[in-house]
């Protein structure tokens, strides 16, 4: 039986939060990646989706680097429910560059994880956001972005939710 789309999204939500005290400072690149991917891939299987991006197999990402979709008749894709990019690097051009590839993509949740040194760099990563409004301008869908800034001051992922629907402006909220 499928949550609803704000239990899921809170499932996510602490998930996602669950991450930072799992791991710790001297920890690879490669190890936060994989934690982050088998946690939300977990989650993925719990509700019936099939999950790509899997960290025991990384050779089978596709278009994001992590995915959650279903199938439907005749085996072909239906469903994209979750679409994450993770970029660890501190450099917004690669943040924003991975940022830009979620945004064609027809889901019901958008995850964006990046990591910031401090406030000033994450909230510049978070104005994001007005790049998701620019990009929804047309039209709104019904689709949930949630930009998850690792905040390494503070050892905790700060969570931005910005949600548009068809019928009213986008609402944006730190989780």
């Not at 799992?22 to 190890?31: G, V």
């Not at 959650?68 to 943040?95: I, S």
């Not at 949740?109 to 994450?122: D, L, S, Y």
Request: with cysteine; glycine share 6%.
């Amino acid at each position: 039986m499928r949550a609803n789309t704000e239990q899921m999204e809170a499932q996510i939500v602490a998930a996602l939060k669950s991450i930072p005290s799992q791991l710790n400072p001297d920890q690879s690149e490669i190890a936060w990646r994989n934690t982050v991917k088998g946690v939300i891939s977990k989650l993925g299987e719990q509700h019936g989706y099939t999950v790509l991006g899997l960290p025991e197999s990384l050779d089978r990402e596709w278009v994001f680097d992590l995915c959650w979709y279903r199938d439907g008749e005749g085996g072909k894709p239906c469903e994209l429910a979750l679409a994450l990019q993770a970029e660890w690097q501190m450099d917004y051009t690669f943040v924003h560059g991975f940022f830009h590839q979620l945004l064609p993509a027809k889901s019901k949740f958008k995850v964006m994880i990046f990591r910031a040194k401090g406030w000033t760099q994450m909230e510049r990563y978070i104005t994001l956001a007005e790049e998701i409004e620019y990009a929804h301008s047309t039209g709104g869908t019904n689709e949930i972005y949630l930009l998850v800034c690792f905040n390494e001051d503070a050892w905790d992922f700060q969570i931005k939710r910005i949600e548009f629907s068809a019928h009213s402006k986008p609402v944006a909220t730190l989780l």
